[in-house]
């Protein structure tokens, strides 16, 4: 295989089904030893079941892999260094980490209980930041690091899902921080907006989750994960077999001039050339918006 993963040890969390597990296996065939950790509760974050990691591992070292598993939920911060500490006990290293573990509570947004609030941005946003942080510090010593955040299309608005698409969106600012943060210590960073067929959408798809196999999303977080990967701050959409960059772009815009005094009405006028799409650009940083304002100032 050209993309391998010989002597690489890779996090993959909530890996005990779904599109985790499809993630872990094909790391694993393709070299990596692998922490599988999963919690192993209902679509909604309760309860909880070892097994689910446990059969995956065991899939992987039927299979001449190398696997342990972990049981710890991502959402809290001893939970998170605990994922990162049994990849460090087990194969002294972390060098992927992808952030998977997910969970819905979908209610319109006013029946929205704050326990959803909480339930959802604790797995989802703080969890990624609870594993993320002990396996970045040890990504920097070694000079190499490869995230991957789980994100959602509910990130371009869907009803029900206030509070996944505003965990989902969050994850997208922490990746390319990350991205940002961790350019010279080797780490690239990016985002997998999945759609598949699995226990959490199989019943919204209906009939077609039948064109929307997991095994389709696998191959771009593998490449993404991997040492062949050049791309970081990137955000790609993976869905029955088709690929895509997603972005978060600046439009070229109306600048009214320094010394105008521009008002509501001046921004009625010029609406149309604020919304054009035309010439945007894709900010890699904070800093790229500064230097296009900055080129706009001196003229
Ligand atoms: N399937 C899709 O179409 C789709 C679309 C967009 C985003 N996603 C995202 O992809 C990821 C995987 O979802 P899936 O579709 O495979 O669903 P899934 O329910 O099969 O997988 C999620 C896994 O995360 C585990 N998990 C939940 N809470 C955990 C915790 N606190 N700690 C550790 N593990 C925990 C679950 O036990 C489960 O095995 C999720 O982040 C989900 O939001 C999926």
Not at 143 to 171: C, D, E, I, P
Request: charged share 20%.
């Amino acid at each position: 295989m050209d993309i391998d993963f010989d002597g690489r040890v890779a996090i993959v969390t909530g890996a005990g089904g779904g599109l985790g597990r499809t993630y872990a296996l094909d790391l694993a065939a393709r070299g990596a030893a692998v922490v599988v950790n999963d919690l192993g509760g209902s679509v909604d974050g309760k309860g909880g079941d070892d097994s689910a990691a446990q059969k995956v591992v065991d899939e992987i070292t039927a299979q001449g892999g190398q696997a342990v598993p972990n049981y710890d939920s991502v959402s809290t911060p001893e939970g998170g260094e605990n994922v990162v500490k049994t990849a460090v006990d087990a194969f002294g290293r972390v060098d992927v980490v992808i952030n998977n573990a997910g969970i819905l509570r979908d209610k319109s947004f006013l029946k929205l209980e704050w326990s959803d609030l909480d339930a959802v941005l604790d797995v989802h946003l703080k969890g990624a930041f609870y594993v993320s942080q002990p396996a970045f510090r040890v990504m920097k010593e070694n000079g190499y690091g490869r995230f991957v955040f789980t994100a959602s299309n509910a990130t371009f608005g869907n009803f029900g899902q206030t509070n996944y698409s505003a965990a989902k969106m969050g994850l997208v600012g922490l990746s390319n921080t990350i991205a940002v943060e961790g350019a010279r210590a080797g780490i690239l960073s990016n985002v997998i907006m999945p759609v598949a067929k699995t226990r959490m959408t199989e019943e919204l798809l209906g009939d077609f989750a039948d064109y929307l196999a997991p095994e389709f999303v696998t191959p771009m977080v593998a490449y993404l994960s991997s040492e062949a990967c050049t791309t970081t701050h990137g955000a790609y959409s993976a869905a029955g077999g088709r690929y895509a960059r997603v972005f978060w772009a600046l439009g070229q815009g109306w600048f009214a001039g320094q010394d105008a005094q521009p008002t509501a009405e001046d921004i009625a006028a010029h609406l149309d050339q604020i919304e054009n799409q035309d010439g945007y650009i894709v900010p890699g940083s904070t800093t790229d918006e500064i230097l296009a304002l900055a080129e706009l100032f001196k003229k």
